[in-house]
């Protein structure tokens, strides 16, 4: 089952061109991806950093536009874990009008767990390696 | 000659981890190449949709971090035009430190000349061809 | 009956000191003015420029800040129109954490209908005055 | 002397109804006063929160809008510090357009020193009183 995240497209993340903001895409992606980490782990990022000293940062994000977004538009981000690696987890990302399913957008998103103290990367953290592997889709 | 941009990381681009939000990247690539646009071809991405009815949207944005920034960092974002088809263009950016050159970021950017009235994919327009084949690095 | 809008606090909205930044509140009470917008007048602000030529600019926007919000909040934001004159709105805006209630800002924003064409003020449009009059709470 | 921060209006900076989005106002404001605290005092709100366990949280921010931006607008944001109470910081800011002077907006922007631990408030820490003393314009 594919985790999808819902959202409005607001006045705000449009341009002068009348669509969204290039730089306001990843913004969704990530979005999406934290709602992933609440709803698969049961932490969030504000949570893991401020009360574990375990960061998530990202190496790698990239994006391929299919189709622009407005406001008329509801969007629906599907997030599928496709790698979990000893420290590393790899995001697909896809970004779909949520009525007529037209394609958006399409990425990769990969974040590393880190100790926070030494910004040194550390396995997948015992507590969240279960829900974890057993959340990635092949 | 690699055209560079110069800003301040504030403290508004920062997350609760301490470090910039990783979706705040994409803008700072985003700036930097508009400034880009600004300096080569003389027309901002604002008179080009406003007054010319021609749009640059992204068909692609990739970022790879190699280490995180702070506002204690000034960012140096270096601008490259590696690659110039019939309309679209690409753009090898690359994200320092300002005083110690420390690599923050590398990223591969892909926009495409569009006809805004039809969305539709044009040749790199008359008035700014020369100065964008002379911008061409390789 | 108050409008209410809910949001989730994104790990994207804090900054290093762990709470939200600053700058971020006035987002929330405009993006909680558009969903009202949406549900009062059946237009959403996109429409309104897009189709209809009309604008909406805010004059004056105020907020105090009572308590601090983190992602662990849900936001729940009160929009209540306070007063509708010949083509301006005041609404008032107050913005609390869901579950306990705690109040974390009020503000005031004003805007006005204007003609896009010309930038003028014009009357509230005769299709979305019975709308807005009968949302005037006092 | 007032202090100016200049900016170039950016691109994503506005919405579709071909102007600066209103709640990006908030944004330049806090960046004309982030840099006011670096050159005024000589520490930044990140080294302040981060180094020092000293937060500046606002408690009131008002902007009215005189005249609308857009990236063919450089902006010119004057930072004056209107009061220092005994922990409480009362700025005036006046954005104007840079080449015609043109007033874009006006505003008033506070904030508090507090101990980041408790956050209760504080009196203006010693090392910096003497700098915002000399700083307060009447």
Known sequence: MTFEHRRRVA???TDA????YTGRF????????????R???????????TDLGIGT?????SLDFRSSLTPRDELLTE????????????????GRVADSRRLSFEGRFVCVFVDKASAKPIAIPAPFRAAIMGAVQT
């Open 57 to 61: 940062p990202f190496v790698h994000t």
């Open 11 to 13: 006045f705000g993340d």
């Open 17 to 20: 061109a009348g669509i969204v």
């Open 26 to 37: 990843s913004s969704y992606a990530l979005e999406a991806i934290e709602a992933w980490f």
């Open 39 to 49: 709803a698969t782990i049961g932490v969030s990022w504000y949570e893991m950093t």
């Open 79 to 94: 997030v599928a874990l496709s790698k979990a690696g000893r420290s590393s987890l790899t995001f697909t990302i896809t």
